[in-house]
Every structure is written in structure tokens, then in C-alpha cells.
């Protein structure tokens, strides 16, 4: 260790066992201040000059405090403001809205090993002792808590509130991440780009919505081929240079209305209104929820509840099966356990069958893992048809409806992705799982974008909600019309 970061160790010890008095300063900062300050100053010129002129730093955008807390206003909409929901934005998140490529893990490093800097004019600097001024100097930001008494040190912490025109610079490797401004080179496919154009139910200045078909995945992963996600980077932007963005989640199998955010603020305000419909509800002040975000699915279960319409408020737990291979959702004993979390569902018999299944709508008030099928299932006692994962005993023991199996599709005529669209009823041996999206009611993200960047005052709990639907997919629509029968 070197004499200055001796010195600088004894002036943050000495700080801290100093006394509280904001005038009073401990004698190693003193011996640091009179022989170090200069060339510590100078080293920080130096270092930002030589590493800038080297093309070391990846800069970010000047801070500009006009720019909208899409967290913030998705709270707003969702009808929790509290004094603090406009909170200031930090270098952190600053770092997270302009570079979203980059994983947040990575940004969280990069603040931790002190490889960020920030210019702005509003640090406090010391020539000599009491006597502060306002210097553009580029510090190092840290993750760490930083007092204001320490501030000379050239440090400010990563959760340090942005003044207007402050900047922020990364380190030049960041770049190799690519960004999501550029659209990935891809051979267009004609068939493809119709038929994903074909599941669209709504498309504004901020948001797109589609009707998900069943045995699509929603998101990219290892193994996984044309994901929604990745398609509609390809074929549903449009004129825009983002790609679109997912805001929650289907299950593969579950098919239905899916929200996309068709910018990255439009994406923050939808995640935050889904978080705060997860977060917020709870059995005990359902009464006071303002339900902004509402969603409605249909499924055929099997068997009947013991009454028509309920409420279910059951935690859920993830358990590892088959040696560690596999997960799956149950009902936790203990509602206090860590692992636990709140479930609230809604449903009600839309339609019953003498055949042994019946039609429930589910409205779920948090959005936990497998909820839905996990609370029909072991709540209920009645596993939607299709969901071999929690209902696997009672497919064994359903008695199939006498009748031909559907006719197949036309020989040569194929769905894009290896869909299978037409199969799947409750006429087939192995049904499709039953678990449908039908209905959402949500804020209008895009009028409430307009009126915040036009006026920050603006009222947002007199705007208009949208309402979407999304018809059954087909082998539900069978299944339905064979019920029906």
C-alpha cells in the first residue's frame, strides 16, 4: 500500500469515529487535504483526458430530468401513488434505461469494481478547508453508500440522485453488447410475417398486443426455438427501432392475450402496473384494490366445484421433483415459510356438462407461476383438461366423449413453427391444455405517455382504460361447441 491510500484509509477511519458535527474534520483529512489534494486532483484531469482521448469511455446521453419514470407513472396508473412514487432517478437507473441491452447483473458489476464515472458540476470540491466550490470532474461512482462529508474523495455512490446535464461514462467494452436499436440481419419469410401479423388484437404508439396460439413460447432460452419474443423482434416492429418487449409472461401451452411494450418506457410503465398487481393484493384489502389491470381466462376443467363462484387465497411453493430434473408449483403448508407466495384467484362456472367438465373463468389478482392451473387443480379439485403436469390422475381416469377425431389438416397445408392448430379437443385422445386469455382491461399506457410528456401535472385517474379481447383458439372453440351440442 502506498502512502496516499494510507492516508486515505486513516481519513475514512478517522471520519468515522469523528464527531457528528458537520464542521468537524478529522486531523488525518487535514494531513490528506494539505499534501494530496493537488496531485489527486490533477490525476483525476489527467486520467479523464488521456482515457477519453484513448476512446476508453462509452458515454451516455446528458441527464434530463424532463424524461419520464415509466415506474413512477405505471404505480400511478395502478392507483398506489404515495408521496415518494416519483422518486429521483440514480446513476443506476439511468445506466439500466439507457442501456438496455445490457443485463443488469453486468451494470451491478460494473458499479461495484468502480469502472463507471460521472461528470457533474454540482460534486462538491475543497481548495482549501471550508471553502467549497463546483467543478466539472469526472468521479469515480461506487455502489457503496458515500456521506456527504466524503464527497472530496472523488466518490459518488450509484444510488446519488442525477442533476440535470450530468453524464455518465462506461467502460468502452460495453459496446461489444448489441444494441437494441439495430434489427438483427434475418431472411424474411412471407408466410411467417402474416401469420404473426395475423395474431394482432392492438397496436398504438406504446403498446401491441396478439393473440398467443397454443405451443408458441413466449420467451428465448436454451433449447428454445421461435419464441414470441424473438419473432416479433423480426416481424412486429414496424417503423420503430426497438424491438418489442415483454411485460408478462403465458405458459407455453396457455395461448391468449400477451401485452407488448413497443418502447422502453412504454415496457417500464406495463411492468411496474404487473408488479403492482402481484404486489399490492392481498385477501385482506381486496375491497380497496382499484383493479386498473384486470384479466379474465376461460378454462375446461375437470369434474365441477363445490360452488359456483369463489374466492381462492392459497401461497404457493416451488418444490424440486425427479431428482433435481424438474420443478413444479404446489400449495404451501405454511403461509409464513420464505419460499411461500400469496395467490389470489377469482372464479366463477361460466357453463357446466353432463358430460363431467365444466367452463370456469378465472380472474387471477397475482400473477404467480402456474396459479391458475395449481388452484384449479389442488385447490378446486378440478385439473383444466390438457394439463398433464398437475391433473396426470384424473386424465387417467376421464372417459373419452364418443366421436370421430377431427378431421386433420389438408395434406401439404402447414402453420408456420410447427403449430398444430387444428387438433387438440377434448374428441382426441392427449387434449391441448384448455387454459385460455380471453379478456383484459388495462390503462391506456399510451394516452397516459402523451398527457405526462405534454403537462406533468396532468390527472391520470379520469383516463380511459382499454379493453381487449381474444377469441378461443380452435381447439377450444371445438371443445366448446361439442359441449354445447
Not at 208 to 222: L, T
Not at 373 to 385: D, F, K, M, S
Not at 469 to 483: F, G, V
Request: hydrophobic residues 35%.
Amino acid at each position: 500500500m502506498n502512502l496516499s491510500s494510507a492516508i486515505l484509509r486513516r481519513a475514512v477511519q478517522s471520519f468515522a469515529a469523528a464527531s457528528r458535527g458537520p464542521t468537524t474534520l478529522p486531523l488525518a483529512f487535514q494531513e490528506f487535504q494539505s499534501q494530496y489534494s493537488t496531485a489527486t486532483t490533477d490525476a483525476v484531469v489527467t486520467e479523464r483526458k488521456d482515457e477519453k482521448s484513448k476512446g476508453k469511455w462509452f458515454t451516455l446521453p446528458p441527464f434530463n430530468s424532463s424524461a419520464v419514470d415509466g415506474a413512477a407513472l405505471g404505480k400511478e396508473l395502478s392507483g398506489r401513488r404515495s408521496d415518494d412514487a416519483v422518486t429521483a432517478t440514480t446513476a443506476l437507473k439511468w445506466v439500466l434505461r439507457c442501456c438496455p441491452q445490457l443485463p443488469r447483473s453486468l451494470v451491478q458489476k460494473l458499479f461495484r469494481l468502480r469502472q463507471v464515472r460521472r461528470e457533474s458540476s454540482d460534486l462538491p470540491t475543497s481548495s482549501d478547508l471550508g471553502v467549497l466550490t463546483h467543478e466539472h470532474k469526472l468521479t469515480r461512482v461506487t455502489y457503496a453508500y458515500i456521506p456527504v462529508q466524503l464527497k472530496f474523495l472523488f466518490l459518488v455512490a450509484a444510488k446519488d440522485p442525477m442533476n440535470v446535464g450530468d453524464q455518465i461514462f462506461l467502460p468502452i467494452t460495453v459496446q461489444e453488447f448489441p444494441s437494441e436499436t439495430e434489427k438483427p440481419e434475418c431472411f424474411y419469410n412471407e408466410e411467417e410475417m402474416e401469420f404473426l401479423h395475423s395474431l394482432e388484437l392492438y397496436k398504438d404508439s406504446a403498446i401491441i398486443v396478439v393473440n398467443k396460439p397454443p405451443g408458441m413460447p413466449v420467451q428465448g432460452g436454451a433449447g428454445i426455438r421461435n419464441s414470441l419474443d424473438e419473432l416479433a423482434a423480426s416481424y412486429l416492429r414496424y417503423d420503430y427501432t426497438e424491438p418489442p418487449r415483454l411485460v408478462h409472461r403465458l405458459d407455453r401451452d396457455s395461448s391468449g392475450i400477451l401485452v407488448m411494450g413497443r418502447t422502453q418506457t412504454s415496457a417500464r410503465v406495463l411492468h411496474s402496473i404487473f408488479r403492482e398487481k402481484t404486489s399490492g393484493a392481498s385477501s385482506d384489502d381486496l375491497q380497496n384494490i382499484k383493479r386498473t389491470l384486470q384479466r379474465r381466462y376461460w378454462a375446461l376443467v375437470i369434474g365441477s366445484p363445490r360452488r359456483s363462484k369463489g374466492l381462492i387465497s392459497v401461497p404457493l411453493k416451488k418444490v424440486i421433483v425427479d431428482d433435481g430434473k424438474s420443478e413444479r408449483i404446489t400449495v404451501a403448508d405454511d403461509a409464513q415459510a420464505m419460499s411461500s407466495q400469496h395467490a389470489i384467484t377469482e372464479y366463477r362456472v361460466i357453463k357446466s356438462s353432463c358430460n363431467g367438465y365444466t367452463w370456469l373463468e378465472l380472474s387471477p389478482l397475482t400473477g404467480r407461476k402456474h396459479q391458475l392451473r395449481v388452484h384449479c387443480a389442488e385447490v378446486l379439485g378440478t385439473p383444466i383438461v390438457g394439463d398433464y403436469k398437475y391433473g396426470w390422475q384424473a386424465h387417467r381416469k376421464m372417459k373419452h366423449l364418443p366421436g370421430s377425431i377431427p378431421e386433420k389438416l389438408p395434406k401439404g397445408k402447414r402453420l408456420p413453427f410447427g403449430l398444430e392448430l387444428e387438433k387438440g379437443s377434448i374428441l382426441e385422445k392427449q387434449p391441448l391444455l384448455h387454459l385460455h386469455c380471453k379478456d383484459m382491461v388495462l390503462p391506456n399506457v399510451s394516452s397516459a405517455l402523451h398527457h405526462v410528456q405534454l403537462s406533468s401535472g396532468f390527472d391520470l385517474s379520469g383516463l380511459e382504460s382499454l379493453k381487449l379481447t381474444a377469441p378461443l383458439p380452435s381447439h377450444m372453440e371445438k371443445s366448446w361447441n361439442i359441449l354445447n351440442s
